[in-house]
Structures are given as C-alpha cells and as structure tokens.
C-alpha cells in the first residue's frame, strides 16, 4: 500500500467520535487526585457534556473551558488529576473539529504534553514516554496495576489524537504501536474500563489495512463484538464496526443491518447522548454513500 493510501486510511482509522469517548472516565485511585472543587466542576462539566444533544452546542461553549482548567493547571503543575483532565477535555473538544483544521496540530501537542506530563508524575519510569524505544514499552507496562487503567487510556487516547492530526508526519504513524501496547494493558487491567472503549481502539486500528496487506479483520471483529456487548447502548460502535470492518471485508448487508440499527435506537442514554447524536449522524452519511462504496 502506498504512503498516500495509508494516509488516508489513517485519517479513518482514528475516528473522531471514538476520541470523545475519552471524557467518559473519571479518576480511579493510587493517588489519582484533583482538589475537591476542581474534581467536582470537572465531574458536573463532563456530565453536561455528554448529555447534550447538540454538537455544535458543545464545540462552541468548550474553549471557555478549556481556559479556565488550563489556568488551573498553570498553578498547580505537580498535580496529577489537573494534567489528565486537562487531557481528557482537549482531546474531546479536537474530536469535535473537523480532520482538516490548522488548529488541530497545536491543540493535539497540548492534550498529549498534559498525558505526558500526568503519566510522568504518576511513575517516574514513565516520565519521557514518547521518547522511549518501542521495545521499553512491555517492561514499562508491566509496572502498571490496575488503578493505572485510567491514566493509560486517557494517555494513549490523547497520543492517537495527536498522530491523527500529524497523519503526513510518518514518525508519529509509526508511534501508533505504541499506543496499540497500551490499550493492549488497559483491556489487561480492566477489559470494561470506560465500556469497554479500548476494545473499539484496537478494533479500529485491527481495521487498518485488509487481510492480504497483513491486517487482521477477525481479531477486529472480535473486538467489535465484545465492545458491544460490554456498552449495548453506545451507537458509535455499530457506526464503527460498519465503517471500518464491513467496509473492508466488503460486506454490504452487515454494514447496512448496523447502520440501520443505529438509526431506529434511541439516542438518549447516560453518558451517551452527545456521542449516540453524532453516531446517527455519521449512520445516515454512510448509508448515503454505500452505493459509491460497494
């Protein structure tokens, strides 16, 4: 496959709804700790967040926000929990900008230096993460305990978020092992942390490239299909399992069977409204262009 295929296979493969999904998780012990006014303002924000209906609702209000916790941070530099939501928060509102914005270079470096930043303060071995050899990563994995689930996700969500928006930059491709290894850990430590969402990561990058290139679509679905039963109600993994797997394998009536759910569900769930929107959304776009595609 040529360097230009593969990129615009990656622009699909790092789909921006399923960066959302990294508001969805919260603080998870082993020292994990914001003050009790900032955890509680960043708890109520991601609550509203989600259950919105309204995307663009969403994209317009969150920068104010993204200020305000930013200076929060500024003051208090050693505090773990201040640098993950800031993470977090920076990596849901990217995945609501369109693929081609200039800004999403720049806002990409922030969410992934804040990741940095926390895992560093979490684990001195993992300060420098980014730099490190791929083959450091198993030993340094192997430190992880199960309360490291949440830092590792938002992490590695945060890292994807950043080779999407450096996609013509083939050192940051090339990083994707790396944040394939660590949701690899996550499933590890807790396969239902965040419902489940780092099955639909893997499943995803799973889809990257057909069979006879060397991908493995049986082991991505799999994962799709754990990913659904562990979050039933989280749409955006039928618009995922159709985009990226039946889409590859060329299987029009799955694709169209999940697209069709998608849109007779119901959008309100807890946790779930905002991203179930955007999943009808891209449902309908997709099923509009299956006669193009197969």
Same mark, same amino acid.
């Given at each position: 496959?040529?360097?230009?295929?593969?990129?615009?296979?990656?622009?699909?493969?790092?789909?921006?709804?399923?960066?959302?999904?990294?508001?969805?998780?919260?603080?998870?012990?082993?020292?994990?700790?914001?003050?009790?006014?900032?955890?509680?303002?960043?708890?109520?924000?991601?609550?509203?967040?989600?259950?919105?209906?309204? *995307?663009?609702?969403?994209?317009?209000?969150?920068?104010?926000?993204?200020?305000?916790?930013?200076?929060?941070?500024?003051?208090?530099?050693?505090?773990?929990?201040?640098?993950?939501?800031?993470?977090?928060?920076?990596?849901?509102?990217?995945?609501?900008?369109?693929?081609?914005? *200039?800004?999403? *270079?720049?806002?990409?470096?922030?969410?992934?230096?804040?990741?940095?930043?926390?895992?560093?303060?979490?684990?001195?071995?993992?300060?420098?993460?980014?730099?490190? #050899?791929?083959?450091?990563? #198993?030993?340094?994995?192997?430190?992880?305990?199960?309360?490291?689930?949440?830092?590792?996700?938002?992490?590695?969500?945060?890292?994807?978020?950043?080779?999407?928006?450096?996609?013509?930059?083939?050192?940051?491709?090339?990083?994707?092992?790396?944040?394939?290894?660590?949701?690899?850990?996550?499933?590890?430590?807790?396969?239902?942390?965040?419902?489940?969402?780092?099955?639909?990561?893997?499943?995803?990058?799973?889809?990257?490239?057909?069979?006879?290139?060397?991908?493995?679509?049986?082991?991505?679905?799999?994962?799709?299909?754990?990913?659904?039963?562990?979050? #039933?109600?989280?749409?955006?993994?039928?618009?995922?399992?159709?985009?990226?797997?039946?889409?590859?394998?060329?299987?029009?009536?799955?694709?169209?069977?999940?697209?069709?759910?998608?849109?007779?569900?119901?959008?309100?769930?807890?946790?779930?409204?905002?991203?179930?929107?955007?999943?009808?959304?891209?449902?309908?776009?997709?099923?509009?262009?299956?006669?193009?595609?197969?």
């Amino acid at each position: 496959m040529s360097p230009i295929s593969n990129a615009r296979r990656l622009k699909q493969t790092i789909a921006r709804p399923l960066l959302l999904l990294s508001l969805l998780s919260g603080p998870s012990g082993c020292g994990y700790m914001i003050s009790s006014a900032t955890e509680d303002f960043s708890e109520r924000l991601k609550q509203t967040v989600l259950a919105q209906n309204d *995307p663009q609702t969403v994209t317009e209000a969150l920068p104010a926000y993204l200020l305000m916790l930013e200076a929060s941070a500024a003051g208090n530099r050693d505090d773990e929990g201040l640098m993950f939501a800031n993470a977090k928060l920076y990596t849901a509102f990217l995945s609501l900008l369109p693929d081609d914005t *200039p800004r999403k *270079p720049r806002l990409s470096r922030k969410a992934l230096d804040f990741a940095l930043r926390g895992l560093c303060l979490r684990k001195q071995d993992w300060c420098d993460l980014q730099q490190r #050899p791929i083959t450091d990563m #198993p030993a340094l994995l192997a430190q992880a305990e199960q309360c490291d689930t949440d830092s590792l996700y938002s992490a590695a969500a945060a890292w994807s978020t950043w080779i999407q928006a450096n996609k013509s930059d083939w050192n940051a491709i090339a990083q994707l092992a790396q944040v394939k290894q660590i949701m690899q850990k996550v499933i590890e430590l807790d396969e239902t942390h965040q419902q489940g969402s780092a099955h639909v990561y893997l499943a995803v990058l799973e889809s990257l490239i057909p069979e006879t290139l060397g991908g493995r679509p049986e082991l991505a679905k799999q994962h799709f299909q754990r990913a659904l039963q562990l979050a #039933p109600d989280n749409l955006m993994i039928n618009v995922l399992y159709a985009k990226h797997y039946a889409r590859m394998i060329f299987d029009r009536e799955l694709h169209d069977t999940l697209l069709k759910t998608t849109l007779s569900s119901q959008v309100t769930a807890p946790g779930l409204t905002l991203i179930n929107t955007l999943a009808q959304q891209q449902a309908q776009q997709l099923l509009d262009s299956a006669n193009d595609y197969f």
